[in-house]
């Protein structure tokens, strides 16, 4: 009876086993169709679109995405009076199905066995041509200034196309009954938008909602449609993270990047100041793809050589701050870990500008779960100004250098101008818009040496650091550090937390706990739905972009659906290649600790200069932290646009006393405080929050210690701030 029962078992759990393949068995059978009379072979679950392209036919496309459903059909989808809706989509791919009375959308439209397709009929190219007359006709001829130029879909297809203007005069975006939808908005730190240029393919919106922040959405109808913010506010007064992911689809160049290249270029071109530049690990693989290189190629050394090309004087990697926030985060970790220092556990990473931004905007509450430990970006700016650099340009000039980072990231530009690291770095430049400099120079990038070395003392790393640019990356980096310090004989490789995809990866450690991964911020809202996550982790990683910094909204745009898995190949090829796999084992860290940082993590040189403070967003903390900003930089436009007309400003002191009203406090910013003079090396006076977390105590530059009282109004502006000494 025990053998006819285990029999029975094995053939049952057989039967499962088979069962569970037979759905994945025929997803990948194929059916065979003809495009423009020649035979393909594709899945079941395919498009026309993917047996089109796998043919060698080609149809355009400007509203599709393979991250995103393709937009529905509906009765406008041959009227010219509603352009491009975003309901039916650009109609730019329909083709021709045999036996079928019209033409139906390839994006969107299932392959069956048996059809034949063509792409294009004289009809087909007619309609297309004339779709994309009305399309540029509410299109500016702006392309010469235009930040997407050579990058841009709808330039490339009506150059293709040989399309011409068709009427006298430009039909312009938006309504004269809506006014209020603003075209132009430059007020974020890291995105531009220019709504005169959007063509409706709806790509940023659907972005945006795949984010979960739906910060953009669709407003009016007929040729009134414009993507458009909340209430029509700025976008820096929205639920905006940054991320860049809108932009990342953006086919035109309604969304892009605050470009910051041209003054970098200028003062490249000037020679007037020492140049220091930082290369984040994502880039090295990413800006492979601008230069016509195989996605997931590394190309470090080409990367340093155009950078010296360019004319930078110090090329130095952030990888190296990589290893060195991880010394700064895993030491944080064990300490909460024994309840040695403030914050609460699980602890998040703090890497991710997009992630801190979404937490002091719509989750304070998580605030004292955040590391403390600034992103590699800023821990590599603030070395780079006072650090063994720094020493070696002061051989030379007294003058500040010019420091700058390429980054994968266009959250990273608002990160620079946060309070606390305003003025540690000078520029911050997304992989395209590297790409754009190479090219104004000529530069022949994909001809460059792959044989070159990043400018020591900052240019050592290691393969935890290279990693940092994937999903799981910080983490898995975080561990091999972690568990050293433990003694535990912990594995290199950290397999559970790996991957591209959006989600919540999980890997345990014998006899610590559990860790999780997440990408994408949808992916860490659906994780924060309720407090399970409280209980089953000890740290957490979050990145806002699915796939991590590979997935940046600076990266490289692309269409491939495999591209982050690409690129995931070419990182983790760096870390298995290095000779060292361990942030506490760059030696050049931790010759900086010894020489700089007070010997060891979380010294006090340490907290001033690695570590950050937090608050809620248009919060009395936060309207305090960016006052005392201003007046760190001596910025007084900046520290009065943050203040009623009436303000009252109590000094407390007897040199400063009060200031009533914007332009006194701008006059005591101006001509009585004393001038701040800056200079190769020297440490920047700024002000600092007693606690990283909460309430606002403050040491002075000159290390007072006084109370802020902070009143706002309605409309979050400072009313009255009174500091009261300790």
Known sequence: ???????????????????????????????????????????????LLDAINKSGSHVPT????????????????????????????????????????????????????????????????????????????????????????????????????????????????????????????HTSPSIFRDMDKCIECGLCVDACAAQKINAIGFAERGSGMLPITAFDKPLSETGCISCGQCILRCPVGALIERPDWHRVLEVLDSHKRKTIVQTAPATRVAISEEFGLAAGTVSTGKLVNALRALGFDYVTDTNFAADLTIMEEATELLQRLKGERDGKLPLFTSCCPGWIHYVELHRPDLIPHLSTAKSPQQMHGAISRRGPIAKQILAETSEEPYVVSIMPCTAKKDESVRPGNRGDIDAVLTTRELAKMIRHRNIPFAALSDEAEYDSPMGESSGAAAIFGASGGVLEAALRTAAYTLGLDGPIEYEGVRGVERGIKVATIEGVGSVAAVSSISSAIDLLGNDDWKKKFLMIEVMTC????????????????????????????????????????????????????????????????????????????????????????????????????????????????????KDSVESLICDKLPEVKMGCGKDFPRHRFASAIEGTDVFGPDGSNAHFDVVLDDDGLIKSLTRIPL
């Open 1 to 47: 009876m025990k053998r006819v029962s285990a029999i029975t078992n094995a053939v049952q759990q057989l039967t499962k086993h088979i069962s569970k393949q037979i759905p994945a068995a025929a997803a990948t059978a194929l059916i065979g169709l003809k495009v423009d009379g020649r035979p393909v072979e594709v899945s079941k679950s395919a498009t």
């Open 62 to 185: 400007l509203c599709f995405h393979p991250e995103f459903e393709p937009k529905a059909v509906c009765e406008s989808i041959f009227r010219f009076d509603v352009p491009n809706c975003p309901v039916c989509g650009c109609r730019m791919c329909l083709v021709d199905v045999k036996g079928s009375n019209k033409p139906v959308p390839a994006c969107r439209t299932k392959a069956e066995e048996g059809q034949e397709i063509t792409t294009n009929t004289e009809e087909l190219k007619s309609f297309r041509h004339r779709d994309l007359q009305f399309l540029l006709n509410r299109h500016p001829n702006d392309c010469i200034r235009c930040e997407a130029a050579g990058n841009c879909k709808l330039q490339s297809l009506v150059q293709e196309q040989e399309v011409e203007d068709m009427w006298p005069s430009k039909t312009s975006r938006g309504s004269v009954e809506h006014p209020e939808h603003s075209l132009h908005d």
């Open 546 to 661: 699915p796939g991590g910094c590979l997935g940046g909204g600076g990266n490289p745009k692309s269409d491939d659906p495999d591209i982050l898995k690409k690129r995931m190949q070419g990182i983790y090829g760096i870390d298995v290649d290095s000779t060292i796999r361990k942030s506490h084992e760059n030696e050049e860290v931790q010759q900086l600790y010894r020489d700089m940082l007070g010997g060891k993590p979380l010294s006090e040189t340490c907290e001033r200069l690695l570590h950050t403070s937090y608050a809620p967003r248009r919060s009395p903390r936060e309207k305090l932290m960016r006052f005392l900003s201003a007046v760190d930089h001596r910025d007084a436009k900046g520290a009065s646009d943050l203040c009623v007309n009436d303000v009252i400003w109590n000094t407390n002191t007897e040199l400063y006393g009060a200031a009533c009203g």
